[in-house]
T-cell receptor, first 112, second 112 residues
Framework: AQSVTQPDIHITVSEGASLELRCNYSYGATPYLFWYVQSPGQGLQLLLKYFSGDTLVQGIKGFEAEFKRSQSSFNLRKPSVHWSDAAEYFCAVGATDDKIIFGKGTRLHILP | DADVTQTPRNRITKTGKRIMLECSQTKGHDRMYWYRQDPGLGLRLIYYSFDVKDINKGEISDGYSVSRQAQAKFSLSLESAIPNQTALYFC???????????FGPGTRLTVL
C-alpha cells in the first residue's frame, strides 16, 4: 500500500538559515508527489508537485524539492527561511483510485 | 472570492446532534473530497466523489455520510455526533486524476 513518512514532527531553524524537510514515500510505480503548506488557521496550499521529468522541482515562495527514486524521497528545501515560513508542511503522494495520501506533517518553527 | 468555500467555519454542538458541513466550489472541478485533520495525524480521507453519481468511502467513513447535490456542492453529515469527531474538516476539489487538490478554509467542529 502507498504511504508517506515525514520523520520530523517539529523542526526549528533560525531566520535566514537553510531548510530541508524530509519526506519518504512508498509506491510501486512512478509516483505523483506533492508538498503542501498550511499556515495557522488556513487551508492547505500547494507549494510544488512532481509528475515526471526534471527531478528538481521549483515551487512558490522560493521552495524547491528533489525527487530521488533510489531513496524513495522527495525532500523540500529553501535556501533562506523567513519568519513567514512558519507553518505546517505536508508531503503527499498520489495513490490508487485517484486519491492522495498525506504524511502526518512537519511543523516548522522560526527563531528570530 | 474564494474558489472553495466551507460553511460553517466554526461549530460547537452536543453529543447526539445531527450536523451538516457544506462545501461549495466555483472551480468547475468534478472531483471533490472531505478530509479530517487531527493534530499529529495529518489529513485522513472521509469520502470522495468523482461526479454527482459517484460517491466513495475513504479511510475513515464510519459515522459520516455525504451528499453530492450538484457538481459544485458536496455536503458532509454527522448523523449523531460524538466527542471523538471533534476535529478540523477540510473540503477539497481536483480537476483530474492525481492532480493538485484545492482546499477550502476548513470547518472547526467541536462536539461536547
Amino acid at each position: 500500500a502507498q504511504s508517506v513518512t515525514q520523520p520530523d514532527i517539529h523542526i526549528t531553524v533560525s531566520e535566514g538559515a537553510s531548510l530541508e524537510l524530509r519526506c519518504n514515500y512508498s509506491y510501486g510505480a512512478t509516483p505523483y508527489l506533492f508538498w503542501y503548506v498550511q499556515s495557522p488557521g488556513q487551508g492547505l496550499q500547494l507549494l510544488l508537485k512532481y509528475f515526471s521529468g526534471d527531478t528538481l522541482v521549483q515551487g512558490i515562495k522560493g521552495f524547491e524539492a528533489e525527487f530521488k527514486r533510489s531513496q524513495s524521497s522527495f525532500n523540500l528545501r529553501k535556501p533562506s527561511v523567513h519568519w513567514s515560513d512558519a507553518a505546517e508542511y505536508f508531503c503527499a503522494v498520489g495513490a490508487t483510485d485517484d486519491k492522495i495520501i498525506f504524511g502526518k506533517g512537519t511543523r516548522l518553527h522560526i527563531l528570530p | 472570492d474564494a474558489d472553495v468555500t466551507q460553511t460553517p467555519r466554526n461549530r460547537i454542538t452536543k453529543t447526539g446532534k445531527r450536523i451538516m458541513l457544506e462545501c461549495s466550489q466555483t472551480k468547475g472541478h468534478d472531483r471533490m473530497y472531505w478530509y479530517r485533520q487531527d493534530p499529529g495525524l495529518g489529513l485522513r480521507l472521509i469520502y470522495y466523489s468523482f461526479d454527482v453519481k459517484d460517491i466513495n468511502k475513504g479511510e475513515i467513513s464510519d459515522g459520516y455520510s455525504v451528499s453530492r447535490q450538484a457538481q459544485a456542492k458536496f455536503s458532509l453529515s454527522l448523523e449523531s455526533a460524538i466527542p471523538n469527531q471533534t476535529a478540523l474538516y477540510f473540503c477539497a476539489t481536483s480537476p483530474a486524476s492525481y492532480n493538485e487538490q484545492f482546499f477550502g478554509p476548513g470547518t472547526r467542529l467541536t462536539v461536547l
